[in-house]
């Protein structure tokens, strides 16, 4: 990787982390739909006019829009609403064992020891946290924040599929062209009157929207995008293994969340689960299947 990939790829965790924070401060104040919808919207109206239109590309980012953004979001961020961020994002880091799962399923690639290993880890360490008494009244919302990590793995499969043929900072624009009115026509249908909280709001509710929308969204996902678009999987995953670390410390800090022991310990198992699979030797990782 050059170092403009790497100094890119450290930028993310930092403002993916951070973003976390503002979204679980912000979520006081808005239903989790609208939030995405208004980070979207605003992103998009941010980018949009200094992007190309990826023409032949449209559709497919239509239904990256809807699986990577509508979707993921809404499910990972109603679950965040319920439980404390540095367990939510604890939960995240299933993103890439499930990603590897996918690339098992759909592109033939082969499974060594240590991705087993680490796969086995990564769950077991949320299967430990999940079991706690303290948080069995928090299945229901820790099983949201998993199927969104799913969901994630599924749309960054599919912006993969574009073979870098959309520049990252367009292809964040577009999507948040089309996830912006999704997601707010689906607050609207399933979380009510949005103008009640939109009255409501105060500084700290639309100070969350910002960061989402600029230094999260803009920022963090063009980066990611770019990265993502140019290098390997493998050697850009590492970096959001400083996500985890950034959300506690962030929520501690500013939320004065205290994660206890048990929780400590099971992020650390599902991190070392995540370490072992992307750093998996890189044969092993690129081979297929006969």
């Known amino acids: 990787m050059s170092l403009k990939s790497i100094l890119l790829a450290l930028l993310v965790p930092f403002t993916w982390g951070l973003g976390v924070t503002y979204a679980k401060a912000g979520l006081a104040e808005f239903p989790p739909l609208l939030l995405m919808g208004l980070r979207f919207t605003l992103a998009a ?17 239509f239904w990256i829009a809807l699986i990577s953004a509508t979707v993921q979001y809404g499910l990972t961020f109603t679950g965040l609403t319920y439980i404390d961020a540095s367990l939510a994002v604890i939960v995240v880091q299933l993103e890439v064992p499930f990603a590897i799962l996918l690339a ?29 008494p303290a948080h069995q009244d928090h299945l229901w919302p820790i099983f949201l924040v998993m199927a969104g990590a799913l969901t994630w793995a599924v749309g960054q499969m599919m912006v ?42 105060t500084w700290l509710g639309w100070s969350s929207v910002l960061y989402l929308a600029v230094v999260m969204t803009v920022i963090g996902y063009g980066a990611w995008y770019h990265v993502l678009a140019h290098n390997p999987v493998n050697k850009v995953a590492p970096f959001l293994l400083l996500l985890p670390v950034t959300t506690v410390l962030g929520s501690m ?38």
Do not use: D, H, Y
């Open 45 to 61: 109206l941010i980018l949009v006019w200094f992007v190309p239109v990826p023409r032949g590309f449209m559709m497919r980012i």
């Open 104 to 132: 098992v399923i759909f592109f033939g690639e082969r499974l060594n020891l240590q991705r087993v290993t680490g796969l086995l880890l990564a769950f077991g360490g949320v299967a430990l946290i999940a079991g706690r």
């Open 160 to 201: 993969k599929g574009l073979g870098g043929r959309v520049g990252g900072f367009a292809l964040t624009a577009w999507v948040g062209v089309f996830a912006g009115p999704q997601m707010l026509l689906a607050s609207t249908l399933l979380e009510g009157n949005p103008l009640v909280s939109l009255e409501n709001a």
């Open 253 to 290: 800090l500013f939320l004065g969340e205290r994660p206890g022991p048990m929780v400590l310990m099971g992020g650390a198992i599902v991190i070392a689960g995540v370490a072992l699979v992307i750093r998996a030797p890189e044969r092993a990782a690129a081979s297929k299947s006969p």
